[in-house]
């Protein structure tokens, strides 16, 4: 008898058929390793005409899943977790009750289909290939621990469990946001960032009162109440970009995101804005080194979204932005009105508008230059976290020479000392 004809590759056949039914989360296959599990799937339609390509297929589908080291089921049910469609990113804002019934009953469809292909335990599918190949074949088998909520898992028929996903879903958004905890603005889209800065707040030190003051403030945020925008403002080198990125270690299980956008990107800030609004994330938009030179494009956006507009602000967005400038736009003695060579009738207005910027920030956090007590203190808090096994007065002694040789005082100066001397006591 065939192999055509068994009831492995009418089984295979029928998983075809389920990934082929998908209305709403056809995305969740479109990965390497669900495209890989498609190709198999199609492979085996071939049977034993062509056991090399199933041979072929199987491996590729082994190599997608090694290379996450996820198990088909655990790697299956994360998709549907981030996946982003119509009816995840609807009932994060309405109650299932308050939605289309179609697009309820195509979700619950799509979640028998995909309960199906689920199923499909990797040692059948090594089976079906090796009556395919005459060959011996590997299961997919990976002892890793479940990292999804078990609610998929362990449920009987996953188009009853839509209630408890769709609480899922308002608690833990989708799409990128799900998966990323921070992102940068890059052509008119959100790009994940796999690897952030992992800069903890236990490692900063010297600025106490205003690390205090922003870990306030973001708690509003997270709690749902208004919370401010942000200027951090002060010489080079005192952790004010640190600060911020650290928040993000602290509150990112608590649907913290960080967006970094560049000042290059800051004319699409209105827009950006928008399409965070009713996410059930909390957001701070990250601007590093922020300055404007006169008639900039990104200084009017900016200020669009600090002062508002007719469009009401959204509770889950704040600015936090750091900058060497005080009053944020480039000042120049040109630009004091002269009545000369000046036909503007109130130019001093003109200037006031200008330096007033950063007072549309609701907080200004000022961090002074380091001096040696604090800079040295920051050496010591570094150097215990690294663990180096040198005297106080010793330490002491290197960073100074340290600071006078290299860049002065400052945090990012005792960051790199320290991390050089690690290196170098380790090395010998």
Known sequence: MSILNTPAIASSQFLKRQAASLLLYQSVLSGDVGQAFLQLLQTLRQGEEDGLACLIAYGNWFKTLAARKQSWQDYLIWQILQD??????????????????????AAQQDLQSLQNLYKCSTEQLSQWVQKASQLTVQPVAWNVQEVQPTFLHHHDNWANALHDLATYYRQHGTGLF???????????????????????????????????????????????????????????????????KGLLQKYGDRNLRLIE?????????????????????????????????????????LKVVLEGSVTARPQNVVVYATSNRRHLVRELFSDRPRPIDNDEVHAWDTVQ????????????????????????????????????????????YRALQWATRHNGRSGRSARQFVDFLKAELAIG
């Open 353 to 396: 508008e200008k330096l007033s910027f950063s007072d549309r920030f609701g907080l200004t956090l000022t961090f002074e230059p380091t001096n040696q007590d604090t800079y040295l203190k920051i050496v010591q808090h570094l150097a215990l976290q690294a663990d180096i096994n040198l005297t106080q007065e010793d330490i002491e």
């Open 178 to 244: 799900a998966k990323y905890g921070a992102l940068c603005w890059q052509s008119g889209q959100f790009v994940g960032i796999a690897h952030p800065d992992p800069v903890q707040l236990t490692e900063l030190v010297g600025y106490e009162s205003q690390q205090a003051t922003l870990l306030k403030n973001t708690e509003f945020l997270l709690a749902g109440y208004p919370a401010l925008h942000v200027l951090l403002y002060g010489s080079r080198g005192s952790g004010k970009s640190s600060l911020v």
């Open 84 to 105: 982003d469609n119509p009816f995840t990113q609807q009932v994060q804002r309405t109650s299932i009750q308050d939605l289309p019934p179609a697009l309820v009953a």
């Open 261 to 301: 956008v560049a000042k290059s990107e800051l004319k699409d800030l209105p827009q950006i804005v928008e399409q965070l609004r009713d996410v059930p994330q909390k957001f701070i938009i990250f601007v590093d080194d922020l300055s404007f030179e006169e008639d900039d494009d990104a200084f009017k956006a």
